[in-house]
Nanobody
């Protein structure tokens, strides 16, 4: 089992920044990658960003490229999502997830990000 705990969400004005953190515990050593998804009200959960443990490769949704940065701290088993130039459309619950054997199998409880215009 893997436990994921997100933190760092909150209310910010448009143009502002937030940094989300995801602390992983449990059987984390065999994870392929860590990712971030988000779900806005009345919408489906969507991919935001991911980072591979093996080679540090990163992947982003087109909507956040150039504004969001995903990074990791191996020693702390923590993944971060730095979010800059936030827009009201970024308002959502953000979820951390761990990828095993090609699928995102474990999820955190989510953290709310609200961007006011």
């Amino acid at each position: 089992q893997v436990q994921l705990v997100e933190s760092g969400g909150g209310l910010v004005q448009a143009g502002g920044s937030l940094r989300l953190s995801c602390a992983a515990s449990g059987r984390t050593f065999s994870s392929d990658a860590m990712g971030w998804f988000r779900q806005a009200p009345r919408k489906e959960r969507r991919f935001v960003a991911a980072i591979n443990w093996s080679d540090n490769s990163t992947y982003y949704a087109d909507s956040v490229k150039g504004r969001f940065t995903v990074s990791r701290d191996n020693a702390k088993n923590t993944v971060y999502l730095q979010m800059n130039s936030l827009e009201p459309e970024d308002t959502a619950v953000y979820y951390c997830t761990a990828k095993y054997s090609g699928s995102f199998r474990y999820w955190g409880q989510g953290t709310q990000v609200t961007v006011s215009s």
